[in-house]
């Protein structure tokens, strides 16, 4: 009997049909994400493992991407970089209720030695948080941290005073911070241990890379560092004494965050000849007249970037914005004699006339950033600094002399309901200097123009500030960015 011939479709179909069992992974299509270049996927792994919290597996990326699949786990595992961001938050509130301290110090155990030995030589970027645990935990932990203690770069260490004086932890680092660059230190208090001793902190004594020191709640006083390598130093919530400054003789940088000081008016300028950028910030409602305290105390030949921010700002009144004191800021531009070529004004509590007087003592500005307070108690959203006033005053004139003749980046963020339906004051001022009226200016190569607050920007707003840009009123090879903050 002859076999009827089978249906053409499905011709030799059970020959072409693989095995499931034949089939090779290799072989299998793959997701986008999986024929990115190794450079690239280790550019966005290290983006995500920039922090790990030991304590919290949920906010742990790199165990969380090793364990994604095979593939990822071979990556992670040959990239020891992604293993040497570190954060402990070692404190009783951290430890799950259904757990004893005995086994919840163990799995920090565990997780510690893993990333310790994953990261290899690597660097370490370390945050370690110390509060509300016993003594034997916190010197079981800091040893296995101590281990690894020559390969600490950047170290951020929150504790009591009296777990940064017990001596034998000093033991496990000392001389062995040779790698160490960044150091943050800042004083916890804490009912556990005993109340707060006076002896200073000798940790960080011998520590020949360390350049930068950030310290909050902290008196540097209290402390035995390499004063004089440090080029950065940041101080936040700190009150520090008269001698502050001269402990520290080769400093860059300084950030001053809401620290106090003491300085009389009898007392002499301290001179520092290396700083070249100040930055002054306060979050409280109202700094009060320490604030311009380093205008009064400091002289800085050589400062070329000052940053004035006042970053809790939604409660300031008219009264309070008049505390600006323009005087010690002009004072100590006119004494350092120095040429600034950078200046930052975030809801800084200086009025337009102000600003313009501050401006004409920086002949030398090439970036200026203004940032309008976010609010005000009534609601009621105004520009006290981008002004009429202040759009004439840095427009451009053969008439008059040019203020800050150097500019050349102009950053303004600003309220647009104040600009009302018109923003042409806005869109002269920027032609006048992008198209250079008078050769006594540099000529301005970029804007950028943020608009804030809960209002909604008026259409006729960017439609004049776009079509400027389309008909050539700011020239070409100008870069103009508008943009919304909320």
């Known amino acids: 009997m002859e076999m009827p011939e ?104 565990r997780r510690i030695y893993l990333f310790m030995s994953r990261s290899k030589t690597t660097p370490l970027d370390l945050s370690i948080y110390i509060a509300g645990c016993s003594v034997p935990g916190v ?3 800091w040893r296995l ?43 916890e208090e804490d009912d556990i241990f005993t109340p707060l001793s006076s002896a200073p902190i000798q940790f960080f004594k011998t520590c020949p890379s360390l350049d930068t020191i950030v310290l909050e709640n902290l008196n540097p006083d209290n402390l035995v560092l390499p004063y004089h390598q440090i080029k950065s ?23 001053i965050r809401d620290s106090w000081y003491p300085f009389h008016p009898a007392q002499e300028h301290t001179s520092l000849s290396e700083v070249r950028k100040l930055e002054i910030i306060s979050w409280k409602t109202d700094p009060g007249d320490n604030f311009f305290t380093p205008f009064r105390a400091l002289t800085l030949p050589q400062l070329s970037s000052l940053h004035i921010s006042y970053l809790n700002v939604m409660e300031l009144d008219d009264d309070s914005r008049k505390s600006f004191d323009e005087k010690a800021l002009t004072s100590f531009l006119t ?41 005000r108690p009534n609601g009621v959203p105004n520009n006290m600094i981008i002004t009429s006033t202040f759009l004439k005053a840095i427009s451009v004139t053969i008439e008059t002399a040019p203020l800050a003749p150097s500019l050349s980046e102009l950053t303004l963020v600003l ?63 100008f870069h103009m960015r508008i943009r919304r903050i909320r």
């Open 6 to 109: 089978k249906h053409p479709n499905f011709a030799g179909q059970e020959n072409e049909q693989p095995r499931f069992e034949d089939l090779n992974p290799k072989n299998l299509p793959l997701a986008p994400i999986y024929k990115l270049p190794p450079e690239i996927l280790l550019e966005i792994f290290t983006t995500s493992c920039d922090r790990n919290m030991l304590t919290r597996e949920r906010f742990c990326p790199s165990l969380a991407l090793s364990a994604v699949c095979r593939t990822w786990r071979g990556f992670m595992l040959s990239a020891p970089d992604l293993w040497s961001s570190i954060e402990l938050i070692y404190c009783s509130s951290e430890r799950p209720q259904n757990m004893d301290s005995y086994d919840f110090r163990r799995i920090i155990f």
């Open 139 to 141: 010197r079981s932990i």
């Open 145 to 187: 941290l101590a281990e690894s203690s020559e390969r600490w770069q950047n170290l951020r260490l929150a504790a009591p005073r009296e777990v940064l004086l017990m001596d034998d932890l000093l033991e496990e680092v000392a001389g062995r911070l040779a790698s160490l660059k960044y150091l943050a230190l800042s004083e």
């Open 233 to 255: 130093l940041t101080l936040q919530d700190s009150t520090v004494g008269e001698n502050l400054w001269s402990l520290f003789p080769t400093l860059e940088e300084i950030v």
């Open 335 to 375: 004494r350092s004699r120095c040429s600034i070529t950078e200046l930052v004004l975030t809801s800084a509590p200086i009025s337009d006339v102000q600003a313009i007087r501050v401006l004409g003592l920086m002949p030398t500005l090439r970036s200026l950033h203004i940032e309008e307070y976010p609010g």
């Open 415 to 477: 309220h647009p309901s104040a600009l009302g339906f018109n923003c042409q004051e806005l869109v002269e001022a920027l032609s006048s200097r992008c198209l250079r009226i008078s050769t006594a200016v540099h000529g301005l190569s970029s804007a950028d123009i943020g608009f804030i607050g809960p209002e909604e920007v008026n259409p006729r707003v960017i439609q004049q500030l776009s079509g400027a840009r389309a008909e050539g009123k700011f020239g070409s090879g």
